[in-house]
Every structure is written in C-alpha cells, then in structure tokens.
C-alpha cells in the first residue's frame, strides 16, 4: 500500500473556502473517476495560530495505481484552480511513503 501525503496552508480568513472546495469540489471530482486501486482519502486540519494547514493523506494499492491518477511523474500536486485561488502555498510535490504496518484498532 501507498500513501500519498500532501499539504495546504491558507490564511485564517480563506480556510473555510479551502475546505467547501476540497470536500465539495475536489474529493468528489477525484471519485468520479473510479481509480482502480484507490483506497481512502483522508483530510485533516491543523490550526497554527496566523494560518491553516490542510494534510490529505490517499492510500493506493501501489504505485501504479496512484499514476492511474496523477500521470507518470506521480509526485507532482492535484491542485485545481479553484483550490489554488485560496491556498497561500502548497507542496508543489507530494511525498509517497511504503506502508509497512497498519493496524486497525478497536
């Protein structure tokens, strides 16, 4: 498995806007296209004080899952113009760890 990691920051004021358009806009669009090995998307926020930091973590089966979403140079970021108008600056790149161990508890 893979997870794929990538960061948000906005300014206090645009956070609310950032996160209607992730969850309204972005997260669906990625859905509507069905990627074979697609497992979760997870989206996280982080108050830090003059700014917000949004953290989306997906779990893919495999690398080659996760070009059949984003092309052949797969760390390079899925940032929608809508999303880019409101974020202050984002990884350019995202990160592609190996998942070794995950254990589900409860």
Not at 10 to 23: E, G, M
Not at 30 to 52: C, N
Request: charged residues 25%.
């Amino acid at each position: 498995m893979i997870c794929r990691i990538w960061r948000g920051w906005t300014t206090r004021d645009n956070a609310d806007a950032y996160q209607s358009i992730v969850l309204g806009q972005v997260i669906p669009g990625i859905e509507a296209m069905k990627i074979p090995g697609l497992r979760h998307i997870d989206v996280m926020r982080a108050d830090l004080g003059e700014e917000i930091r949004f953290t989306t973590l997906m779990w893919f089966d495999n690398l080659d899952a996760v070009r059949a979403f984003i092309g052949e140079d797969y760390a390079i970021s899925h940032v929608p113009a809508a999303a880019r108008a409101v974020l202050a600056r984002f990884d350019e790149r995202a990160a592609h760890h190996e998942v070794i161990d995950r254990r589900p508890q409860g």
